[in-house]
Structure formats: structure tokens, C-alpha cells
Nanobody, 115 residues
């Protein structure tokens, strides 16, 4: 099982950018996707974005144009950049690895955006 550790969350004001990181113990072998999810207070966990082994990205329409996910090919780390911070971004953000023989989640990092 891949171990995932998210970081970069905290209490921030509106506006500007915030970048979250997800460090994996390793990239999975074979085909895989690494994804970001979030769970806002009182809401279900939802998919935010994902990035494939080849770097293809997909986004939830609710965040497209404001969130960007990327990866570091030299180290098993992915990133989620959130632009024009808004209180609606407040949630716990989770990283997930999806592969043929692995489906791992991190513990999450909390983001609170104040107005």
C-alpha cells in the first residue's frame, strides 16, 4: 500500500493562492491515477482533480479554472494549487492513489479560508 501524506493546509484569508502537497511513499507500478478529494463541513466527500501517470489532468467543473494539479516526476509528490482563495474552498483535502492493486488515502489536510 502506498502511504500518502498531505500538507500545506491552514487558516488563510481570501484571495491569493494556496498550494497543497501530497507526498507518496512511492509512485505505484503500472497504470495509476493520483487524485484530490475534499470534504466540506456537513457535505459529502467529492472529487476535486486527478492526474494520471502520463500527466493527464481532470477537474471537477466546480473548480476548473481555479485549481491546478501537477506532479513531480523526480519525487513521488503531487500538488494542488488553489487560486483566488474563497471561503467556499474550506474543506479537508485528501490525496488518493488509484491503481490496479492499490487504493490508498492520506489523512487529509484542512484548509480554512476566511472572508
Amino acid at each position: 500500500q502506498v502511504q500518502l501524506v498531505e500538507s500545506g493546509g491552514g487558516l488563510v484569508g481570501s484571495g491569493g493562492s494556496l498550494t497543497l502537497s501530497c507526498q507518496a511513499s512511492e509512485y505505484p507500478l503500472g497504470v495509476y491515477v493520483m487524485a484530490w478529494y475534499r470534504q466540506a463541513p456537513g457535505k459529502e466527500r467529492e472529487h476535486v482533480a486527478d492526474i494520471s501517470k502520463s500527466g493527464i489532468t481532470k477537474y471537477n467543473p466546480a473548480v476548473e479554472g481555479r485549481f491546478t494539479t501537477s506532479r513531480n516526476n523526480a519525487r513521488p509528490t503531487i500538488f494542488l494549487q488553489m487560486d483566488r482563495r474563497d471561503p467556499e474552498f474550506t474543506a479537508v483535502y485528501y490525496c488518493r492513489t488509484i491503481a490496479a492493486d492499490d487504493d490508498s488515502w492520506g489523512q487529509g489536510t484542512q484548509v480554512i479560508v476566511s472572508s
